[in-house]
C-alpha cells in the first residue's frame, strides 16, 4: 500500500510543479516576477501554516530553528532567480537546466557525507552536464542577451537549490518537520518581500482575475511540495525522487503545445539528456 501510496503522490509532485512552472511563465509574460513569486508563495504558503498548527504545534529546537531561517533566505533567493530566468527565456530551457539541481543535492551529499562515487552516478552526472551544454549551445550566436541570462539564472538556481536541498533535508528528518518548513518559508517571504514591494510598482496584479491566478499558482506548487514531503514520509526515495523530478517534462510539453516554443534539435537532444540522466541518477541512488 506504501509503495502505490509513493507512487500516487510523485505523480501529483511531477504533475504540480510541471503545471506550476508553465502558469508561471504565462503569468511572467505580464508581471514582475519577484512580485509573483512573493504573492503566489505566501498564499499557497498558508496550507503549510494549517498543517504546523494542526500536527506540529511545538517549536523546534534552537539549531533547527536557526537552520530554517537560513534555508528560507536560500529559498528566497532560488525561488527570485529562478521566475526572472522564466521571465526571461524560454520554459522548455529553463525548466529542465534548474532541474538539475538534483544532481547538485546528490554530488554535495557525496562530498559531505564522503560517500563513494558509483559508475552508473558518475555516468549520470556526466550525462547532465552534457545535456546543460547542448540547452545552452548556440550555433548562430544570434541569440539575445536576456536568453543567455535566463540560462545562467536557471544554473545558478539549480546550483544553490541543489545545496538548500541537503539543508531542508536536515530540517525534515529533524521531529518538527511540519513547523521547521512553515519557519523556512516565513524566513523566506520576509526576505522577497522588501524586493517585491521595491518591483511592485512596475508590472503588478491589477485586477481580481490576476490575483485569482497568482493563488491558484501558489497552491498548486505548494501541493506539490506538500506531496513531495509526504510521499518521502510513506514511501522509497528511490519510487518518488525518478517521477517527481520529471516535473520538467510536463512544463516542455505544455510550452510547446500552448506558447509554441520551439527549441533546436540539439537542444532537444540536451532536455532528453537532462531529463533520462536524472531519472537514472535518482534510480540508483
Not at 18 to 30: C, I, R
Amino acid at each position: 500500500m506504501n509503495a502505490e501510496a509513493s507512487i500516487l503522490l510523485g505523480v501529483a509532485t511531477m504533475l504540480g510543479f510541471g503545471v506550476a512552472d508553465f502558469m508561471a511563465k504565462t503569468m511572467l509574460t505580464k508581471g514582475n516576477a519577484i512580485v509573483t513569486a512573493f504573492i503566489s508563495q505566501s498564499i499557497g504558503s498558508l496550507l503549510y501554516l494549517g498543517a504546523a498548527l494542526a500536527y506540529d504545534r511545538a517549536y523546534p529546537s534552537v539549531a533547527i530553528a536557526c537552520l530554517a531561517l537560513f534555508s528560507g533566505v536560500i529559498s528566497g533567493v532560488v525561488l527570485c532567480a529562478y521566475y526572472l530566468a522564466l521571465s526571461l527565456g524560454k520554459a522548455s530551457l529553463v525548466a529542465p537546466i534548474f532541474s538539475c539541481l538534483t544532481v547538485v543535492a546528490v554530488s554535495l551529499s557525496i562530498l559531505i557525507l564522503h560517500e563513494a562515487l558509483t559508475v552508473l552516478q558518475f555516468s549520470s552526472i556526466g550525462l547532465v552536464f552534457l545535456g546543460v551544454i547542448l540547452v545552452a549551445f548556440e550555433r548562430k550566436g544570434g541569440e539575445p542577451l536576456s536568453h543567455r541570462l535566463s540560462l545562467l539564472l536557471a544554473l545558478s538556481a539549480a546550483v544553490l537549490g541543489g545545496g538548500n536541498l541537503i539543508l531542508q533535508k536536515w530540517i525534515a528528518d529533524s521531529e518538527h518537520y511540519l513547523m521547521g518548513f512553515l519557519l523556512s518559508r516565513t524566513s523566506m517571504a520576509i526576505f522577497v518581500g522588501p524586493l517585491a514591494a521595491h518591483g511592485q510598482g512596475a508590472r503588478s496584479p491589477k485586477t481580481q482575475g490576476s490575483w485569482l491566478k497568482l493563488a491558484l499558482l501558489g497552491l498548486i506548487d505548494v501541493s506539490a511540495f506538500f506531496a513531495w514531503y509526504i510521499g518521502l514520509r510513506v514511501g522509497q526515495v528511490s519510487v518518488v525522487t525518478p517521477i517527481a523530478t520529471s516535473s520538467p517534462a510536463v512544463t516542455v510539453v505544455l510550452a510547446h503545445l500552448f506558447l509554441k516554443e520551439r527549441v533546436r534539435l540539439h537542444q532537444q537532444v540536451g532536455i532528453l539528456a537532462i531529463l533520462f540522466g536524472i531519472v537514472l541518477l535518482s534510480v540508483v541512488s
